[in-house]
């Protein structure tokens, strides 16, 4: 055989033989590390592939969809997908294994944590029913995975063969009986949209900060809150993002999103002198020093000291200089705000609950239990079920005002208060408040 010498071909063919010699030039415990972090999403993306095709009977070769028809979601992972195989591409050419491992990484991280969760309502339509949105998504997420099996081949050249297998050899009799004999991905060069793809990074970095700024508070991602508002002075990230609202309150949880360029009204800063660097060169003028930092304009101490390095200051009759080593700068948010960001963007969420809010939030609740006790029950993805419950009258008014909402999430069709029934209930509070269940298939 003649073994290929250079490029990706070179890699796939080292990788798959396992030659020591080769190896040792290239640092195979980070390309290991790597891939370990990205095998088992993928997997999973496999397995969500999977039971959804087999439950429509949806099979690859249908008349492939337009790409600027497609819904924007399917277009953003197909252009995701053409970056990534263009950068992989040009690192194996260089033997930059470690960083096209961590590239697909991200990519992976992308598809499981984005694409597929925010496609999931699309591949949970009944099953059977064809549309023109079902069909872009399986054409999408079936092209995604038969590409990206071909691009961790020289990694993970068996999980790459399964992939292969499981996907295209299983639905085409003349398919090629390795993917390591598959020519090597190639983007389509007809596909573009960078406003799309500017707009997602966007919309996935506000995300990203709204929900730093949930952690931060602690509060979590099921309880609706009544607004956001997105503090920035670039006017285009408005244009960005403004197609995309829909998706952002649903992804931040929130009722409404809003915009300002005056942060000052979410929160301001307050700087204070370091007294372990400070006290050796003030002295007994420390309290002083302080009061004067205290008095002064937070937020333009904290700008003057980010552009210039240092802040001058008026103490007792002097001008004196702060270098960044001698003070702390605090960000203090204003009550009732949860914020995070940096100089150029600020998320800033408003975390006042009324009744409605608090009454959703136990239902988000409910359906997490529901859905983790389908999930321990190993029942099917389309298995619809009937639900008994007793609950404290609070949390049974919140059911009641969610009903069909919670039993459409849940694959319900009887959500019933199990009151006098001799059925054996499961207990799992809400928020302190008793909530106890039981659920059977429906035949």
Known sequence: EVIPKTGA?????????????INSRFSVRLVKEAA???LLPLWNALSFFTIYANLDGWRPGGEPIPFDQ????????????DSLTSETTRLLEGYRVSEAAKGIEGFVDDLTNWYIRRSRDRFWAPAGEATDDK?????????VLTTTARLIAPMTPFVAEVLHGNLVRSQEPDARPSV?????????????????????????????????????HGLKTRQPLPAVTIVTTNTGLGELVEPKLELLRD???????KWADERSAYVHHEVRPVFPVCGPRFGKQMPALKRALEAGDGDALAAQLEEKGSIAIELEGQKVELSTDEVEVRL??????ATQGDRELLVALDTTLDDDLIAEGWAREVIHRLQSARKEADLDYADRIRVRYRADPELETAIDTHRRWIAGETLATELAAADGDAVELETNPVEGMNFAFSLEKVN
């Open 251 to 257: 992804e931040l949880n929130v009722r409404e999103v």
């Open 135 to 143: 069909e872009s998504a399986y054409q999408a997420l079936y092209t």
């Open 36 to 38: 370990q972090s990205f």
């Open 180 to 216: 390591h004999l598959e020519d090597w991905a190639v983007p389509p060069g007809d596909r573009a949209d960078r406003v799309l793809e500017e707009g997602m990074a966007a919309v996935q970095r506000i995300v990203r900060l709204g929900h730093a700024a949930r952690n931060a």
């Open 332 to 337: 203090v948010e204003r009550e009732g705000m």
């Open 70 to 81: 497609r819904p924007a979601l399917d277009r953003w992972i197909l252009l995701r997908l």
């Open 9 to 21: 071909d070179a890699l796939r063919w080292y990788f798959c033989v396992n030659n020591p010699e």
